[in-house]
C-alpha cells in the first residue's frame, strides 16, 4: 500500500490559483498511475485528473471536462510527488481534494485504488 499525503490548499478568490502536491512513498511510485479526485460537502467523491506512469507516450493524462483548460497534472518520479495546477478557479471547484495513488484507466476515466487515499486538503473559492 501507498498512502499519498496532500499538501497546498487553502482559501482563494474566484479566478485565482492554487498548487496541490501530493507525495507518495514507495519505491513503486514511478510505475503508479496517480489521481485527483474532490468531494463537496453532501455530494459524492469525484475524479478531477489523473496522470499514467506512462510518459513515453503522448497524451498521458486525463481530466475531469469541467476542469480542462484550467487544472494542469504533472509528476515529479525523482521526488515522488503528483501536482494538480489549478487555475481560474471557480466557487464550484470548492471541495476536500483527495489524491489516489496506484489506480487504473479504464475507458475515458481512472479507477482509485481504494487502498491508497490521501487525508484531502481544502480549497475553498470565494465568490
Known amino acids: 500500500q501507498v498512502q499519498p499525503v496532500e499538501s497546498g490548499g487553502g482559501l482563494v478568490q474566484a479566478g485565482g490559483s492554487l498548487k496541490l502536491s501530493c507525495v507518495a512513498s514507495?519505491?513503486?511510485?514511478?510505475?503508479?498511475?496517480m489521481g485527483w479526485f474532490r468531494q463537496a460537502p453532501g455530494k459524492e467523491r469525484e475524479f478531477v485528473a489523473a496522470?499514467?506512469?506512462?510518459?513515453?507516450?503522448?497524451?498521458?493524462?486525463r481530466y475531469k471536462e469541467s476542469v480542462k483548460g484550467r487544472f494542469t497534472i504533472s509528476r515529479d518520479n525523482a521526488k515522488n510527488t503528483v501536482y494538480l495546477q489549478m487555475d481560474s478557479l471557480r466557487p464550484e471547484d470548492t471541495a476536500v481534494y483527495y489524491c489516489n495513488s496506484g489506480g487504473y484507466y479504464s475507458g475515458s476515466g481512472y479507477v482509485p485504488d481504494k487502498r491508497n487515499w490521501g487525508q484531502g486538503t481544502q480549497v475553498t473559492v470565494s465568490s
Open positions: 514507495g519505491r513503486a511510485f514511478s510505475r503508479n498511475s
Open positions: 496522470i499514467s506512469w506512462i510518459t513515453w507516450s503522448g497524451n498521458n493524462t
